[in-house]
């Protein structure tokens, strides 16, 4: 199975921007449908965003829409999550996911990375 590395998490102002990138080795990233889900501290993890493996569709929680992006380039087997306009409360660590599906990546019922801690100050 694919293996992937999160990278590009920081600390930030509220109001700033961070771009999380996901690098996927030992497999073709266009296979998998990705996504990403967070999780703060003493709370469940949550999905965040996901993308089809063309890039065609996205899905995104209702907390980050309109502030988030997600996209991927499969020629550098690489997906991102453009961050803007970043909240104290997205404060968490972020993992990459990977699923057969957008459906199976929604749903937490695929795998993730390592993880990448987000620290937005107030």
């Known amino acids: 199975q694919v293996h992937v590395v999160e990278s590009g998490g920081g600390l930030v102002q509220a109001g700033g921007s961070l771009r999380l990138s996901c690098a996927a080795s030992?497999?073709?990233?266009?296979?998998?449908?990705m996504g990403w889900f967070r999780q703060a501290p003493g709370k469940e993890r949550e999905f965040v965003a996901a993308?089809?493996?063309?890039?065609?569709?996205?899905y995104y929680a209702d907390s980050v829409k309109g502030r988030f992006t997600i996209s991927r380039d499969n020629a550098k087997n690489t997906v991102y999550l453009q961050m803007n306009s970043l909240k104290p409360e997205d404060t968490a660590v972020y993992y990459c996911?990977?699923?057969?599906?957008?459906?199976?990546?929604?749903?937490?019922?695929?795998?993730w990375g390592q993880g990448t801690q987000v620290t937005v100050s107030s």
């Open positions: 030992g497999g073709t990233l266009s296979s998998y449908a």
């Open positions: 993308i089809t493996r063309s890039g065609g569709s996205t």
């Open positions: 996911a990977v699923g057969g599906a957008a459906s199976t990546v929604v749903a937490g019922r695929g795998y």
